[in-house]
């Protein structure tokens, strides 16, 4: 038979696995947490019913609030975030039970899969010069969705040169603009691989006369 508890343990959650957007662990699933009530020696003290609270920093969610519900020594919880991060979970003691609660562990959430593409761009573009264009792949939650190897083509109104089928390599791309007019131009997306993602992001690039700044 167990012996009383003296302390509580958070046991290892599994993180999220790379490229696997719909595996626990992703921002669009959830991780289970488990609570246990140990004795001296390490073993689930079975008779310790009273309660304690799971911290999480970053943008993570106990899913069961506070503090947990503890059952027969032990309690499952769940862990949602919309961001992918790695989170520290440590315990609180809120119903003063005395037992030691410096147990913490660390787990990751990775991104879910890919909803989007986006243009990435800052500044303004020298007439005759050529600026970098990103391309990203983006989940719901506006996490860069690095399962996603699809390609995606881009298109450019005006004069300007370079827009084409744009290659996606862990949920990014890139492309190089120019033009030999100053104008304002304004990118858009055409699905033409099928990949189903929402093409709908556009963006307008300015091309000055002279110098200007510009992404590399």
């Known amino acids: ?26 921002v669009d699933n959830f991780i289970e947490v488990t609570v246990v009530a140990k004795d001296q020696f390490g073993n689930v003290a079975t008779s310790e019913q009273r309660g304690v609270t799971l911290v999480v920093n970053g943008a993570a969610i106990v899913v069961d609030g506070a503090p947990l519900d503890i059952v027969n020594g032990s309690c ?16 609180v003691d809120s119903e003063s039970t005395g037992l030691d609660t410096s147990s913490k562990r660390d787990v990751s959430f990775v991104p879910g899969q890919a909803v989007r593409f986006v243009f990435r761009h800052s500044g303004s573009i020298a007439v005759g010069n050529f600026g970098k264009v990103l391309v990203e792949s983006r989940d ?20 300007a040169i370079g827009a084409s089928d744009i290659s996606i390599t862990n949920g990014r791309g890139s492309f190089y603009l120019t033009n030999f007019f100053a104008e304002t131009v304004t990118l858009s997306f055409v699905d033409s691989f099928a990949t189903g993602l ?8 300015v091309f000055s006369e002279g110098q200007t700044e510009q992404e590399t």
């Open 76 to 91: 499952t919880t769940i862990l949602t975030n919309t961001r992918a991060q790695s989170v520290r979970l440590s315990l």
């Open 198 to 205: 929402n093409v709908s992001d556009t963006l307008d690039v």
């Open 140 to 159: 719901q939650y506006d996490n860069v969705a690095v399962s996603e190897n699809r390609d995606v083509t881009a298109e450019a109104t005006g004069n």
């Open 1 to 26: 038979t167990p012996g009383l508890a003296v302390l509580f343990e958070i046991q290892q959650p599994l993180s999220g696995v790379a490229n696997s957007p719909t595996s626990p662990g992703s």
